[in-house]
C-alpha cells in the first residue's frame, strides 16, 4: 500500500469509517498478533494483547500526526502495549499459576514454530533442546529486552525502524539490543552451569 | 591480537552482516584462540540460528471479525467526543459574545451618565459665574462708587471658584480615577471577570483535548 492511500485510509477513519480503518489494518493484524506470541508465549494472552493493541490503534488514530510512517506508530504502540500487558501478566503470575499452565500447554506448538524441518531426526532432537533452551532464557528476560530481541533478531526489523519505533537515536538502539542479547547469552550460560553443576 | 571487548562488539555486527572481511577474519581468528570468545560467539549464533528460523503463526478464526465487532461498538463514543467537542467550542463563544455585550453596554451607560451630571454640575457653575461678571460689569458702570461692595464681590467669586473646584474633585472620587483613559467601573469588572472566564475554559479545553 502506497503512503498517500495509506493517507487517505487514515483520514477517512478518524472521521468515523469503519471500513476505511478495515483496510488500513488488515496488513499489519498478522504481525501484531505473531509479535505477542512471541511475547507471550500462549495463544490467549497473544489474542487479547493483540486485540489490545489495535483498538488502541483505531482510538488513537486521531493523534497520529503523519510525522513518521504509520508501520512505526503502530509498532511504537503494539511494544509499548505489549510491555505493559507482560508486566500486568508477569504481577498476576506472581500470585497464580495460571500463566504457567498457559506457557506449558502451548510450549509444543512454540517449539514446533521454532525447529527448522529440513533436518536428520539426530538434528532436529539437538535443535530442539536449543530451542527449549531460548525459550527459556527469552521468558527471563526483562520485557523491554524481550520486545526488543523479537523484532530484530526474530522479525528483522532493521536499527533503523527500530530507532524510530523507540523514538531514541540510533547508537542508542544498537547498544540496548546488543545488551539484550548478551543479557541472553548469559542467561544460557548461568543455565549451562547450573545443571553442569 | 584482538582484545576479547572488540571481538564481543563485532560478534553482534557479524550477527547483522554488518562485518566487513577483513575484519571478519580477525574475528574468526580470535575466537579459534580465544575459549570464553569461542564459547559466546556459538551460543549467540544458535540464539540467532533459533530466531530467525521462527515460523509466523496464522491468526486465530475470527480474530479480525472480534477486532471490527469491538470497534463498531466505539463510533457512537466518538461521536459524543465530537459532540463534546464542538459544544465546548460553542459554549467558549457564547461566553464571549454575553460577557462582551454585557461589558460594552454596561461602559457605554457609565459613561454616557458620567457625562451627563458632569456636565449638569458645570453648567450650573458657569451660569452662577456669569452672573457675577454681570454684577462686575455693572459696578464698573457705577465708577467704582464704593470700594468695599467691590472687595466683597471679589471675595464672593473666590468663594465660588473654590467651591466648583471641591465639585469637580468629588466627581472624581465618586467615578473613580482615569488609568489610560479608561475608567475602572462596573462594565470593565464585568469584561475581565468574564476574560478570566474565558482563559479558564480554553486552558481546561486544550488540557482535556477532546
Known sequence: MSDKSEHKLIKNAVNGDSKAFEKLILPYEKKVYNIAMQMFKNEQDAYDASQEVLIKVYNNLDKFKFESAFSTWLHRLAMNTCIDEYRKRKRHMEHTTTMEVRVSSDEESITRQFVDHNLTPEQE????????????????????????????????????????????????????????????????????EQTAS | ????????????????????????????????????????????????????????????????????????????????????????????????????????NNLNQNKSSNNDEVSEEMFSMSAITEESGEIDVAMDVAEFEDASLSRASNENERSQKATSESLLQEAEDQYGNDVLGVRYDEGWMIVMVGGILIIGLLIGYIRLNL
Not at chain 1, 145 to 157: A, E, H, S, T
Not at chain 2, 4 to 20: G, T, V
Request: charged share 30%.
Open chain 2, 1 to 104: 591480537m584482538m582484545e576479547c571487548i572488540k571481538a564481543r562488539e563485532w560478534m553482534h555486527l557479524h550477527m547483522d552482516n554488518n562485518l566487513d572481511h577483513s575484519n571478519e577474519a580477525l574475528l574468526m581468528a580470535h575466537i579459534e584462540d580465544c575459549e570464553v570468545c569461542r564459547r559466546d560467539y556459538e551460543i549467540l549464533m544458535s540464539i540467532h540460528q533459533v530466531l530467525q528460523s521462527t515460523d509466523e503463526v496464522d491468526l486465530p478464526s475470527g480474530f479480525h471479525e472480534t477486532l471490527m465487532k469491538n470497534i463498531k461498538k466505539r463510533p457512537k463514543m466518538r461521536q459524543n467526543y465530537l459532540f463534546i467537542k464542538q459544544l465546548n467550542i460553542a459554549a467558549v463563544v457564547v461566553f464571549v459574545l454575553v460577557f462582551s455585550l454585557i461589558g460594552i
Open chain 1, 125 to 192: 532432537v539437538l535443535q530442539k533442546e536449543t530451542v527449549s533452551e531460548v525459550r527459556h532464557a527469552m521468558d527471563q528476560l526483562k520485557e523491554d529486552q524481550k520486545i526488543l530481541i523479537i523484532y530484530r533478531d526474530i522479525y528483522g526489523y532493521s536499527y533503523d525502524e527500530i530507532a524510530k519505533m523507540l523514538e531514541c537515536n540510533l547508537g542508542t538502539t544498537k547498544s540496548r539490543i546488543s545488551r539484550a542479547r548478551q543479557a541472553l547469552k548469559d542467561i544460557i550460560i548461568k543455565k549451562r
